[in-house]
């Protein structure tokens, strides 16, 4: 999460007043909503300059003001807490801490003051909504009881900050935080709820005609991904406009009933903690209505989405207030459900006591509601969908074919990588947001995914002078981590330790990357008989490899130390020992390439082209091990390490489509005594691993043509019987015990069990 506000349409260069600007030259005092709808788009203005780069501006404009409202606050608290997240400083983060308490607290009181003064004083939170038949009160919100909007800043005060607990280095603080989400649910789900009953009633009151609205998610999203794919930029696409526009009927979908399927008490946050039951059931949607003619100029066509059609028609949200509500706790109720869908198997127990429970899809439809709107909230929510569908989704090996998408899916259904509407989403936030380099960091994914590499590192590079010392280091780490993958040792080297300099989030695990660099250029440089230029990086290795002990630790999650660090300290350890008992340089103990081994754990092969796989397969060659014959020989037997090699050979010839291959080289493992696979320096990973990977290979080849019988009517058969041999190896997986970087794959062996529900559940085989 980047930030919480965006003005809509205002300049970057507007000048917040200090004081609230309503009615200046009037002798009466202003009326409390419209001075209300007045702070909400002041806090709006300068917090868009916090999305498009310049935090600095934004916060001392936030800052400058003499009577803050929450609405500010909160924005303060956003700007500070984004450089807290991103840099992960101590001092920054306690800062972001307090200023967030204050928002909490000032929201509630006002939440409060609202809820007294509606209806002559009178009422509670669920006073009952307002009317939703075109028929506004004057100057308030026509959907949500009085006080809803300081509700949702309240919800997302306490969502910061239960992040920023999470985030602490004490369990205590940690546990705080699921109980500050829990807070944050409720307030949401009440949100959700008050929406919901508006709604039915607008839609038991009124039958709107039909009517057709601009499908540019998908002629469109077409041609943007089809112009990233031969070779242009979303620069040019920018320029392209929107004139041409598809049409298609609007039709009932259904709309996401909250998490919370009971009725909630009034003040709800003043009563205990509830039993929450976070199974969702999905509710008829109220009809589409057509949109008036200033409901329209509150949103911009392009911004229409893949889900157009499975909630609320947007155009009953025309009053500020109601669109910012709306927009937010989609937003945040979305980032919610998704962040908690994919929590590692090792909190899941915890989340499953306070009373949480994930819904990815859920989550994820909600986040395309809320990017139906031109605020801060669909910017948001843009934000989150580009880094799960690039950063998270793009990375999983068993994801639904596009051919299966093509003829299976539902008329805008979303399924797998949806490459084409990322690629539409992100040429519209570049548009509204040109100075921010965050979009360029997604649009380096695009062209990764693309397996198009070397132009998203050749982007990268251009893109670090951002004015957030953050994003330059977000946009270093990507960049790094291409070149790890296209084999760029020297940008690979370089880029991790500038990381160092940059951030203070994972030290060790830098230095190991710099180090893993360094190996590499030593093995080549003993390939290439050049003595000189070996010394001098096998030595450098040394160096980084030492220091990563020292570097790691500073930081942790739920005071655990951080998965990847745990597996370079135990990687060194291992090579340590294996050097002074084999009385050999800890660079000559090096076994399995570590680069290659890495690309595999980062899911790096899904990103290279043919030419990078096959030269993978090259660094992984024996030959390049650097430790004596004799020693080798007795190394590339062990299991674990053995195990490791296997896996990183089967997911290259996998993406080869060498099917076969891979099989051959993960079978003898599958059998393999576990307790061979335990202790301190063991590769614990490789073992479950290599039945992830049969999964993988028996989920292509039931995916891939190719592979397919000859006759028409035995294709079926085969594929329903490669789609279960798929499944049997990912519950080994799911049942294994913990790991190292069991979470990380944990979310590939989740994703891959959703897709296989989705295809059986399409071809009627479930």
């Known amino acids: 999460m980047r930030s919480w506000f965006r003005g809509s349409g205002a300049s970057n260069n507007s000048k917040l007043s200090l004081a609230s600007n309503v009615h200046p030259n009037s002798n009466q005092a202003p009326d409390?909503?419209?001075?209300?709808?007045?702070?909400?788009?002041?806090?709006?203005?300068?917090?868009?300059?916090?999305?498009?780069?310049?935090?600095?501006?934004?916060?001392?404009?936030?800052?400058?003001?003499?009577?803050?409202?929450?609405?500010?606050?909160?924005?303060?608290?956003?700007?500070?807490?984004?450089?807290?997240?991103?840099?992960?400083?101590?001092?920054?983060?306690?800062?972001?801490?307090?200023?967030?308490?204050?928002?909490?607290?000032?929201?509630?009181?006002?939440?409060?003051?609202?809820?007294?003064?509606?209806?002559?004083?009178?009422?509670?939170?669920?006073?009952?909504?307002?009317?939703?038949?075109?028929?506004?009160?004057?100057?308030?919100?026509?959907?949500?009881?009085?006080?809803?909007?300081?509700?949702?800043?309240?919800?997302?005060?306490?969502?910061?900050?239960?992040?920023?607990?999470?985030?602490?280095?004490?369990?205590?603080?940690?546990?705080?935080?699921?109980?500050?989400?829990?807070?944050?649910?409720?307030?949401?789900?009440?949100?959700?709820?008050?929406?919901?009953?508006?709604?039915?009633?607008?839609?038991?009151?009124?039958t709107p005609k039909r009517d057709s609205v601009p499908n540019v998610d998908v002629e469109k999203a077409m041609a943007a991904k089809e112009h990233l794919e031969s070779g242009g930029d979303l620069e040019s696409l920018d320029s392209q406009g929107d004139d041409e526009k598809t049409q298609y009927p609007a039709t009932d979908r259904g709309y996401l009933k909250r998490a919370n399927s009971k009725s909630a008490p009034s003040s709800i946050l003043e009563k205990e903690f509830a039993d929450l039951d976070l199974n969702a059931a999905p509710i008829s949607a109220p009809d589409s209505r057509t949109g008036t003619p200033e409901s329209e100029k509150l949103r911009d066509p392009s911004r229409i989405t893949p889900f157009e059609q499975g909630g609320p028609d947007s155009s009953i949200f025309t009053h500020p207030v109601d669109i910012f509500v709306h927009s937010g706790a989609n937003m945040c109720f979305g980032v919610l459900l998704l962040i908690i869908s994919m929590v590692p198997p090792a909190f899941s127990k915890l989340l499953y006591i306070i009373g949480f429970k994930g819904d990815r899809d859920r989550g994820v439809q909600m986040l395309w509601q809320s990017t139906r709107f031109n605020n801060i909230n669909a910017g948001v929510a843009g934000l989150m969908l580009l880094a799960y569908y690039n950063g998270i989704l793009a990375f999983s090996d068993i994801l639904p074919s596009?051919?299966?998408?093509?003829?299976?899916?539902?008329?805008?259904?979303?399924?797998?990588?949806?490459?084409?509407?990322?690629?539409?989403?992100?040429?519209?936030?570049?548009?509204?947001?040109?100075?921010?380099?965050?979009?360029?960091?997604?649009?380096?994914?695009?062209?990764?995914?693309?397996?198009?590499?070397?132009e998203a590192i050749e982007l990268l590079k251009s893109n670090s002078d951002s004015k957030m010392r953050q994003v330059t280091a977000l946009n270093t780490f990507e960049m790094s981590l291409n070149a790890l993958f296209m084999m760029d040792w020297v940008t690979m080297r370089d880029g991790f330790l500038r990381c160092i300099e940059l951030n203070d989030w994972s030290h060790g695990m830098y230095y190991y990357f710099a180090g893993v660099a360094e190996i590499e250029m030593y093995r080549d440089a003993m390939q290439a008989g050049d003595e000189t230029e070996a010394k001098k990086h096998k030595k450098a290795a040394v160096g980084h490899f030492q220091?990563?002990?020292?570097?790691?630790?500073?930081?942790?999650?739920?005071?655990?130390?951080?998965?990847?660090?745990?597996?370079?300290?135990?990687?060194?350890?291992?090579?340590?020992?294996?050097?002074?008992?084999?009385?050999?340089?800890?660079?000559d103990a090096v076994s399995i390439s570590p680069a290659q081994e890495m690309t595999y754990l980062w899911s790096g092969s899904k990103r290279m082209n043919v030419e990078m796989l096959e030269q993978g397969l090259k660094c992984l060659s024996l030959e390049r091990w650097t430790g004596g014959k004799e020693n080798v020989e007795k190394w590339r037997v062990v299991p674990d390490e053995a195990a490791s090699q296997a896996d990183v050979e089967a997911a290259i010839l996998s993406c080869l489509g060498r099917y076969e291959e891979a099989r051959e080289k993960l079978k003898p493992f599958l059998d393999q005594d576990r307790t061979q696979f335990k202790g301190a320096t063991k590769d614990d990973y490789s073992l479950p691993c290599a039945h992830y990977e049969m999964a993988v290979v028996a989920w292509r080849q039931a995916s891939d043509p190719k592979s397919w019988p000859a006759e028409a009517e035995e294709v079926d058969g085969y594929r329903l019987k490669k789609i279960e041999e798929c499944q049997e190896y990912l519950d080994h997986v799911k049942t294994w015990e913990a790991f190292v970087l069991d979470a990380r794959i944990g979310m590939r062996v989740q994703t891959g069990t959703d897709s296989i529900a989705w295809l059986k559940k399409k071809k009627n085989w479930a």
């Open 402 to 454: 596009e051919k299966d998408v093509r003829e299976l899916a539902d008329e805008n259904e979303m399924v797998g990588y949806p490459g084409e509407h990322c690629s539409a989403l992100l040429q519209s936030m570049r548009s509204q947001y040109p100075e921010s380099r965050m979009w360029k960091i997604e649009e380096a994914r695009v062209l990764a995914n693309a397996r198009r590499v070397p």
């Open 547 to 587: 220091k990563c002990p020292a570097a790691s630790g500073k930081k942790k999650f739920l005071a655990k130390q951080m998965p990847f660090e745990v597996f370079a300290l135990r990687k060194i350890q291992k090579w340590e020992e294996r050097a002074k008992e084999y009385g050999v340089d800890l660079a």
């Open 32 to 206: 409390s909503l419209e001075v209300e709808e007045s702070d909400l788009q002041d806090a709006m203005e300068a917090a868009n300059l916090i999305i498009n780069d310049d935090i600095e501006s934004a916060e001392e404009q936030l800052r400058a003001r003499t009577d803050s409202s929450s609405f500010h606050l909160l924005g303060l608290g956003v700007a500070i807490f984004m450089r807290s997240i991103l840099g992960s400083e101590k001092d920054v983060m306690a800062e972001a801490a307090s200023r967030l308490a204050e928002c909490e607290s000032r929201s509630w009181s006002d939440m409060k003051k609202a809820q007294k003064q509606a209806d002559g004083g009178g009422g509670g939170w669920f006073r009952g909504s307002g009317d939703v038949t075109g028929q506004a009160p004057a100057n308030g919100s026509q959907i949500y009881p009085a006080g809803s909007e300081f509700q949702l800043v309240n919800a997302e005060a306490q969502l910061m900050g239960a992040i920023l607990s999470v985030m602490h280095e004490s369990l205590t603080e940690g546990i705080k935080g699921f109980y500050k989400l829990r807070k944050a649910f409720i307030a949401l789900d009440a949100i959700m709820q008050a929406e919901e009953r508006a709604l039915a009633a607008h839609k038991s009151t009124k």
